[in-house]
């Protein structure tokens, strides 16, 4: 069988397969037609069921945030995290566990940040999962991601104290605590390092240097020593300002690394809602207008059924 041989199957295939979803459908179709009080009551009740399941308080909305992550590696945070999935995985003690055995903290998921300019500075989140580890460009960062979960609109009013329980139940992890203090040993030193050098860099500003190869006259110095050549100071501006830089960064670092874990800011909400009531109204109505179908199936098959089952 040949390429073409392969795409004449196929469309066969296509072509059967389209052939028969249209008999299924038609058939559907006249079982509406004539046990049309079974399927417009089921139609009417699930209808009435997407309205009640979609009410403004059983509404869900998707909360999300961007934490920083201070020495632990991304394996860790997500080993910790993967803990939250299920309430038989989280400690009782814990104050989380009573928000995720209730229901009111759902479907807890993590998304890269990307880091689009390289400057270390979070530019989007990719919700979509789209994006490569191994990409250079749309870089993934390696100490930011977004932690996000869904809740009912009802218990919107709860979300900072599931921000808090659930900040305190990530910076309570053993192996997180003490990459985080091994992360703020060497930001420390670092910081130390960076100024012991501009300290350096500028107590040789007082030193003077000597061009001996310029035809310049004979200076003299306080001590009677004679030299040849311009008397000048070297500032050492680029190193002393790439040296206040790093330090600038890295006082920064230790500002924000006040936890194990912390966010960038407070969650926020996502006001689109995970299921609209246009989208629950449209999959209840086909859901019910089949279950309908279904059971006029039955019926109108009782006697062959019943002969079947006699046998």
């Known amino acids: 069988m040949n ?17 028969a979803l249209w008999c ?5 179709l006249r ?5 049309w009080y079974i399927v417009l009551t089921l139609v009417v009740l699930g209808v009435a069921a997407a ?7 059983n509404l869900r909305y998707h909360v999300y945030s961007v934490a920083m992550i201070n020495g632990a590696s991304m394996q860790q945070f997500e080993q910790t995290v993967n803990t939250l999935h299920s309430d038989k995985l989280t400690p009782a003690e814990t104050s989380v566990a009573h928000y995720i055995r209730h229901h ?8 890269p940040v990307i880091d689009a300019l390289r400057d270390g500075t979070a530019d989007r989140i990719d919700f979509a999962r789209k994006s490569n580890p191994k990409d250079t460009v749309m870089a993934q960062m390696k100490d930011r991601v977004c932690i996000r979960f869904t809740t009912r609109a009802c218990y919107m009013h709860m979300v900072p104290e599931m921000e808090k329980a659930l900040m305190d139940y990530l910076n ?14 060497n930001l420390r030193e670092e910081a130390a390092f960076n100024h012991r050098q501009m300290q350096k860099l500028d107590s040789l500003t007082s030193v003077y240097y000597y061009n001996a190869g310029s035809t310049a006259p004979m200076t003299a110095n306080g001590n009677g020593l004679q030299f040849y050549g311009d008397r000048r100071i070297r500032l050492f501006l680029n190193e002393i300002h790439k040296h206040q830089t790093q330090l600038q960064q890295t006082d920064y ?5 006040t936890a194990p874990v912390c966010l960038e800011n407070h969650f926020t909400l996502d006001h689109k809602p995970v299921t609209g009531r246009m989208k629950c109204t449209l999959l209840f109505f086909l859901l019910s207008w089949i279950g309908g179908c279904v059971l006029a199936e039955l ?13």
Not at 3 to 19: E, K, P, S, T, Y
Not at 31 to 35: A, G, K, P, Q, S
Not at 51 to 57: A, E, I, S
Not at 104 to 111: D, K
Request: a neutral charge; proline letters at 1%.
């Open 172 to 185: 309570s992890d053993a192996a997180m605590q003490v990459s985080y203090e091994t992360y703020l040993a």
């Open 299 to 311: 019926i109108d098959k009782r006697k062959v059924i019943y002969a079947w089952l006699q046998q």
């Open 104 to 111: 009111q903290m759902e479907n807890i998921e993590l998304f």
């Open 31 to 35: 079982l509406t037609y004539r046990y």
């Open 51 to 57: 309205v009640y399941h979609t009410r403004p308080d």
């Open 24 to 28: 299924i459908v038609a058939h559907m």
């Open 253 to 257: 670092r230790l500002q924000l690394a």
């Open 3 to 19: 390429f073409w041989d392969l795409c004449v199957a196929l469309a066969h295939a296509i072509g059967r397969g389209c052939a």
